[in-house]
């Protein structure tokens, strides 16, 4: 398997302009997350879903920030407007639940996303 | 709130030197604990995970302890080499399915 695939894999924007960031998560995985890190803050959840509907959202920082999960293989997430404070490497991980409940994320590369 | 934290935030070592990282948490209702390792500009790439149940994993060099009921996690290295360079993280997996991340502990070993 090729793991979590996100593009792009890095992103320069300036404020005010909508950026998308792409994620396919490992085929099988019926859970996948939405990650940001930064110096300040370290790594957040900002949102997951389990079998494509959203489960918790209540890391997404505001009402520019949306995602969405059309399917098994593919998610989103969406900031409109951006702005500088954004700046942040944003991952996405997927994970299946083992036999045993265990419940290992696998992370992608992470979309570098500038705004200036 | 679940609070991870790591200690040392940095260390640095000589090669071969055997070492432990530390990570504590502020709820004991986990459901695993995970270790990850981050290169600069990369992803994170998962080295053990414990559960709940479990009172260690080992991997290679790499030895993870879990001490549930005290909040405490250490990961050991042995022989450490060059190429362990990087950044590590532990992770905590609460209600939900999520993993609430630790400070991370940078870690570099020199020649």
């Known amino acids: 398997d090729a793991g979590v695939i996100q593009s792009p894999r890095h992103e320069v924007t300036e404020m005010g302009q909508e950026v998308t960031l792409r994620c396919k998560p490992i085929s099988g995985h019926n859970s996948l997350f939405w990650y940001r890190q930064t110096m300040m803050r370290g790594l957040e959840l900002l949102i997951y879903?389990?079998?494509?509907?959203?489960?918790?959202d209540s890391g997404m920082p505001e009402d520019r920030f949306s995602a969405k999960m059309p399917n098994a293989s593919f998610s989103t997430l969406k900031i409109q407007p951006s702005e500088p404070r954004d700046s942040a490497v944003y991952f996405c991980a997927s994970s299946f639940p083992g036999a045993s409940g265990e419940t290992e994320q696998y992370f992608g590369p992470g979309t570098r996303l500038t705004v200036t | 709130k679940q609070e991870v934290t790591q200690i040392p935030a940095a260390l640095s070592v000589p090669e071969g030197e055997n070492l432990v990282l530390n990570c504590s948490f502020t709820d004991s209702a986990i459901y695993n604990l995970q270790w990850f390792r981050q290169d600069p500009g990369k992803g994170l790439t998962s080295l053990l995970l414990i559960q709940s149940s479990q009172r260690e994993q080992t991997s290679g060099r790499l030895n993870a302890s879990l001490d549930k009921s005290s909040g405490r996690s250490t990961l050991y290295i042995a022989a450490s080499q060059p190429g362990d360079s990087a950044t590590y993280l532990c992770a905590v997996t609460g209600g939900g399915n999520k993993l609430t991340f630790g400070t991370g502990t940078q870690l570099k070993v020199e020649l």
């Open positions: 879903f389990n079998n494509n509907v959203p489960i918790d």
